[in-house]
């Protein structure tokens, strides 16, 4: 029985924890879930060797790795350290040329360094940036949701993503994204199951989708 159970892992976006993944139920005689939390990095750690250290967190062979957000970009990383049954982005983004503008602009003018103190200081500002827009209740969702917010970690973060120089995309990869994403907006994005009035948090706000279809998509070739 335990050689049939596929063994899934969750990594949740920018400074959030798992708790992102209460809702995400998959049948228990097909799937075991594991979820990934963020560590701190090193001082000057390239995103390569960061997720090849969280690849130590891997126990089991042939897994499934999915991500939101900028933990889909980890898990592509992860990905290219081990092998994968398959590789799953939500409301993420496969390459640097599906970042927004503003962030590729951030990447010419160095302008997030600036970012993380800011950030740091300003809970408000850190959840309308991990989770995009103006959204009820932001505040219960910091407290609930985020829980990283050391300094150091926010600037890797940062430079990690406006700096991400992922060209082409890697095969084989499923995306899934909101069509009202404003973190990182649908129309920069190729290839991808939409969710319609999905926003960049519907891992937690449409959790019922992702429960319905996950395994098919999971199991399909």
């Known amino acids: 029985m335990s050689e049939k159970i596929i063994h899934v892992y969750l990594m949740p976006g920018m400074a959030a924890n798992p708790t992102i993944f209460e809702h995400i139920k998959l ?18 750690e390239s995103i390569s060797d960061y997720a090849f250290r969280m690849t130590k967190n891997i126990e089991y062979e042939n897994i499934v790795l999915l991500g939101v957000s900028f933990g889909g970009v980890l898990v592509q990383e992860m990905s290219k350290h081990i092998h994968v049954k398959k590789l799953i982005i939500v409301s993420s983004v496969k390459s640097m040329h599906e970042l927004p503008k503003h962030m590729l602009l951030a990447k010419k003018t160095k302008a997030y360094t600036l970012v993380p103190t800011q950030l740091a200081s300003n809970i408000d500002l850190l959840a309308k940036y991990a989770f995009g ?75 019922k989708w992702f429960n319905e279809n996950l395994p098919r998509i999971i199991l399909e070739n």
């Open 27 to 44: 049948p228990e005689n097909q799937f075991r879930i594991h979820l990934l939390e963020w560590m701190l990095p090193i001082k000057n």
């Open 133 to 207: 827009g103006s959204i009820k209740k932001r505040m219960d969702l910091y407290k609930k949701y985020l829980s990283v917010s050391d300094s150091k970690y926010l600037s890797w973060a940062i430079k990690q993503i406006v700096c991400w120089n992922q060209d082409e995309t890697l095969q084989d990869i499923v995306h899934i994204h909101g069509d009202n994403d404003v973190v990182f907006p649908i129309k920069n994005i190729a290839n991808c199951i939409t969710i319609k009035n999905g926003t960049h948090i519907m891992i937690i706000n449409k959790y």
